[in-house]
């Protein structure tokens, strides 16, 4: 019989920056009882999804294979509003505001700095975007003008833009809840772990191997980021340096002259003098393309890469991944590597594009390689469980204990 079963648990607090974790982590775990289990597949949600997309692939699984299927909400999954983020506006946003009205000349009966959600600021924007077609109309401004404003999106259960590590934690913890906790028959001899994600969702079970290599069989990877050399602009500081720019979401759905540029809430930020600045160290450790911690990681029981990536991903370059592929290789990791560089590939079916993600859904990515990866012998992963990396003047040590990995930092 199919069972569904939700957990919340405690999981990891903000290390880095000291903050205790007000939220429960929630995650889903799908097995047919009547079966003996191979492995736990993990589905992991990219930015703008949630767990609620992936039921439905969890449960063909569960019913086709003798595998359970774990889907984690981790930490701010719940960033974007499909997924429940609110749009407000913070400090920043107001000061924005408030000198873009100087600069255009438009005065509002609003006092800007008492606006703060968008229940609040709404009808200010709508009295500014109204102003703005009035002036078109008159032919006082272009015809193609618009406005940007920023403005923050709050994730759900008052979290916050930790970005990466957190999450990936999450993940891991779920998982070892899972192991701790069988509610399911285990097939003798071990069971493996495969984590599969396309875009931050393949980055997150990629970063998982980094951060624990011993809890992980195999990663099924579409489209991951290997860096934040073009994405840090997600982690929600973008306002700091060009709002108009470096913003998580840009729309034109609220007002017709305005755009609204959002970051998500974070407490990482460009100041070199505050304790939440993001730092190089911070970057390096968020990053699995990194060749000194590549060589670290080389020394541990790893688990098996599948990934595919296109020549014409908008987001992520093939030189980037490619690199971090061969970065894998060189140190003797099993590696299969799909690279989509021509429309020949596009078959409509599995590969239906040449962009971020090709197309490629999640059920046939999993449908296509998991008999294969069950049939594969489960490796000996023996060996310590912790793991430390020197990151400019921090040093990070991941370390399984009571069921859980725990993070501490140390300066250099």
Not at 222 to 246: A, C, Q
Not at 385 to 403: A, H, P, Q, V, W
Request: glycine letters at 4%; one cysteine or more.
């Amino acid at each position: 019989m199919l069972k569904n079963e939700t957990y919340f648990i405690d999981s990891c607090d903000d290390v880095e920056l000291n903050i205790k974790r007000e939220s429960k982590l929630e995650f889903k775990l799908t097995y047919d009882d009547s079966k003996e289990i191979e492995a736990i597949v993990c589905i992991i949600s990219g930015i703008g999804g949630d767990i609620k997309d992936d039921l439905y692939i969890s449960d063909y699984c569960a019913r086709n294979y003798n595998v359970a299927v774990l889907n984690v909400n981790y930490h701010c999954i719940g960033n974007r509003p499909q997924t429940g983020a609110k749009i407000y506006l913070d400090d920043i946003d107001r000061l924005i505001f408030d000198t873009s009205l100087k600069a255009i000349g438009i005065e509002i009966p609003y006092d800007i700095s008492k606006l703060n959600s968008f229940e609040e600021f709404h009808p200010a924007m709508d009295y500014l975007d109204k102003e703005i077609q009035k002036n078109k109309n008159n032919w006082e401004i272009d015809r193609n003008y618009y406005l940007d404003l920023s403005a923050s999106l709050q994730p759900t259960k008052n979290e916050y833009q930790n970005f990466g590590i957190m999450q990936a934690t999450d993940i891991l913890n779920a998982l070892l809840y899972i192991r701790k906790n069988f509610a399911f028959k285990a097939m003798g001899g071990g069971i493996k772990h495969i984590l599969v994600g396309a875009s931050h969702g393949g980055y997150l079970a990629n970063l998982c191997a980094k951060l624990a290599p011993w809890l992980v069989d195999v990663v099924v990877d579409n489209s991951s980021h290997v860096s934040l050399t073009d994405l840090w602009r997600v982690i929600g500081f973008g306002k700091e340096v060009d709002f108009t720019e470096y913003y998580s979401v840009a729309t034109f759905n609220f007002f017709q002259n305005i755009r609204l540029c959002c970051c998500d809430k974070t407490f990482w930020t460009t100041n070199k003098q505050s304790h939440y600045y993001f730092s190089l160290a911070r970057k390096l450790i968020r990053e699995t393309l990194n060749k000194d911690h590549l060589n670290i990681q080389a020394k541990y029981p790893n688990p098996k890469y599948i990934a595919y990536h296109s020549k014409f991903d908008e987001w992520v370059s093939l030189e980037e991944k490619e690199e971090y592929v061969d970065t894998l290789k060189k140190h003797g990791f099993d590696v299969e590597f799909i690279k989509v560089i021509d429309e020949k590939q596009i078959d409509g079916k599995f590969i239906k594009n040449l962009t971020h993600g090709m197309g490629i859904p999640m059920k046939l990515l999993i449908k296509k390689h998991l008999p294969q990866i069950l049939q594969e012998s489960l490796k000996d992963k023996t060996c310590k469980k912790e793991i430390s990396y020197k990151c400019d003047d921090l040093i990070y040590t991941f370390k399984e204990e009571n069921e859980q990995i725990a993070l501490s930092v140390e300066r250099v």
